[in-house]
């Protein structure tokens, strides 16, 4: 089956740094990327839309400019927490689109800022 | 908007034993999807089942069924023969047939295997 791989899978940061996310689909072309944020014990909640080669969709209440989403090739998705903080920290999942039917999930990234 | 519940936080279910998950939804849309989607430890997402609101017959995949009711916005997991590595985090979700397609996603339910 198709594979999405995301990395890093852990992160340490300390507060005010930045972090990036990669999201890479390896056997198929993702014309839309999606991420999720998903807190201890919580439901996975949509934070933006990506689709390759245009600006992210974001959901109402994310920030823009903390969560930076660049979908640069079609198998290529990076989200870049700016200038981190404690309350950033989270668990980060990507999901990769091969077309109407299918739609696969990366590994997740925890992100821990001190 | 859509939105999704899963009224149980919590379901508990003896090793070899029958558990349904509840599921119920909210949409003025006639075509979509909707999903199970199990979450073990390890985080990663695992596609249980998917059922097309199209489709009358309830979906299945091997010990595991729905039980999808469409007048009612009402769409049930049920385990059969429960196996010790069934337990995990259950996600029920929805995906719009048109527009973007992104999943919304139930608050999820923690099924725990009595041994």
């Known amino acids: 089956g198709a594979v999405v791989s995301q990395h890093p899978s852990r992160v340490i940061c300390k507060s005010g740094t930045s972090v990036k996310i990669e999201c890479r689909s390896l056997?198929?072309?993702?014309?839309?990327m999606f991420w999720y944020r998903q807190f201890p014990k919580q439901s996975l909640m949509l934070m933006a839309t990506?689709?390759?080669?245009?600006?992210?969709?974001?959901e109402q209440g994310v920030e823009k400019d903390k969560f930076l989403i660049n979908h640069a090739s079609l198998t290529l998705s990076t989200l870049t927490v700016a200038s981190a903080h404690p309350e950033d920290s989270s668990f980060y999942i990507c999901?990769?689109?091969?077309?109407?039917?299918?739609?696969?999930f990366g590994s997740g990234t925890q992100l821990s800022v001190l | 908007a859509q939105t999704v519940t899963q009224s149980q936080p919590e379901m508990s279910v003896q090793e070899a034993e029958t558990v349904t998950l509840s599921c119920t939804y909210d949409?003025?849309?006639?075509?979509?999807?909707l999903f199970w989607y199990k979450q073990p430890p390890s985080r990663q997402m695992i596609l249980v089942i998917r059922?097309?609101?199209?489709?009358?017959q309830n979906a299945t995949e091997n010990r595991f069924s729905v039980n999808f009711q469409k007048a009612a916005k009402s769409f049930s997991l049920k385990i059969s023969d429960s196996q010790l590595g069934d337990a995990a985090m259950y996600f029920c979700?929805?995906?719009?047939?048109?527009?973007?397609?992104?999943?919304?996603f139930g608050q999820g339910t923690r099924l725990t295997i009595n041994p």
């Open positions: 990506s689709n390759e080669g245009s600006k992210a969709t974001y």
């Open positions: 949409t003025s849309e006639s075509d979509y999807y």
């Open positions: 999901s990769a689109r091969e077309d109407r039917e299918k739609l696969f």
């Open positions: 056997d198929f072309q993702a014309t839309t």
């Open positions: 059922q097309e609101a199209y489709k009358q």
């Open positions: 979700a929805y995906r719009s047939y048109q527009g973007a397609q992104k999943l919304v």
